[in-house]
Structure formats: structure tokens, C-alpha cells
């Protein structure tokens, strides 16, 4: 364990290391290519934060406005013929919108149902294979400048839609 450690420390030192030397034994000016990475990564960030920053207020409204606890009441009935716990839809609706969040609430799911309970073993697979799909289209589209998105949203959202029933059936048949 203590090698592990070590070396997991000793590893971006050593990377960065290699492409300096790396850079200068192929005559490339470091520093120079370093500042004007930097120049370009603060234009990027520049672009895409008003596309993080609505993100953002949209997943705020969304649980502050009351309308995720009346989807989740809606839900809770038809999902749970399917035997999928009524926890599992926090997870669920959030996860399209943010990762965070749904980390945040699968680990509230873990402390109160316990972690081998079905709602937190469905959770954590669909935490876990579930996309963020507003985050990584407003971050994705917003960066290279795409703004005719007629059918990327609901295409999206079914996939994802499709991968929570898949997530479901997979932990169905495992545990």
C-alpha cells in the first residue's frame, strides 16, 4: 500500500517533467506553449460558463419550484409495478441535469435505506451509467457553437430514459 502511495505521488511530477523535457528536445518553447494553452483554456471557459451557469439555475428551479416532487409523485405509482423503489426516482430525474446532485442524493439513499438495499444498489448503477445530459450538451454544443438541437434533447432523454430501465433490469436479474 505504502508503493502504491508513492508512486500515485510521484506521478504528475514525473509527467510533467517528461513534456518539459520532452518539449525541449524538440525545440519547442515550453513556456511559451504553456501561456498560450492557458490563453486558450480561459477563452473556453469563457464561452461555456453561461451555458454552466444555466445549467445551474435550471437544476436549482427545478427542485426549489416543487415541480421534481410532483414528477416523483406521478412516477412513484407506475415504477413501482416494475418493483423500482420510489427513492430511486431522485436519482433518476436528477441525474439528466447533474452529476453532483445525484451523488449527493444516491448517498442519501445509501444512509437511509442501507447500502444492500435494492434502491441503493439501482441508484448506484444508475449513477454510474447514466449521462448528465444538459451538463454535457450545454457544455459540449455550447462550446463549439451548435445551436439547432431539434432532436438531440429527446433523443437524449430517451436514451436515457432506456438506460435506467436497462440499469433496473440488470440489477433485477443480479441481486
Do not use: H, W
Amino acid at each position: 500500500m505504502k508503493t502504491i502511495s508513492f508512486i500515485s505521488q510521484l506521478i504528475i511530477p514525473a509527467f510533467i517533467l517528461f513534456a518539459i523535457v520532452y518539449g525541449a528536445c524538440r525545440k519547442v518553447r515550453v513556456y511559451d506553449s504553456f501561456v498560450a494553452g492557458a490563453k486558450g483554456g480561459l477563452q473556453v471557459i469563457c464561452n461555456i460558463f453561461p451555458y454552466l451557469l444555466a445549467i445551474f439555475v435550471a437544476v436549482k428551479a427545478f427542485q426549489a419550484s416543487g415541480l421534481f416532487d410532483i414528477i416523483k409523485s406521478y412516477l412513484a405509482g407506475p415504477l413501482g409495478l416494475f418493483g423500482i423503489p420510489p427513492e430511486v426516482l431522485s436519482v433518476a430525474l436528477i441525474k439528466p441535469l447533474s452529476g453532483s446532485a445525484a451523488t449527493g442524493m444516491f448517498t442519501d439513499i445509501v444512509q437511509t435505506c442501507g447500502p444492500d438495499s435494492l434502491a441503493a444498489r439501482l441508484s448506484g448503477v444508475i449513477v454510474g451509467s447514466v449521462e448528465t445530459t444538459f451538463y454535457v450538451l450545454a457544455v459540449y454544443l455550447g462550446s463549439v457553437g451548435i445551436r439547432r438541437t431539434k432532436y438531440l434533447v429527446p433523443v437524449c432523454l430517451i436514451a436515457d430514459g432506456l438506460g435506467m430501465l436497462i440499469a433496473a433490469a440488470v440489477v433485477k436479474l443480479m441481486f
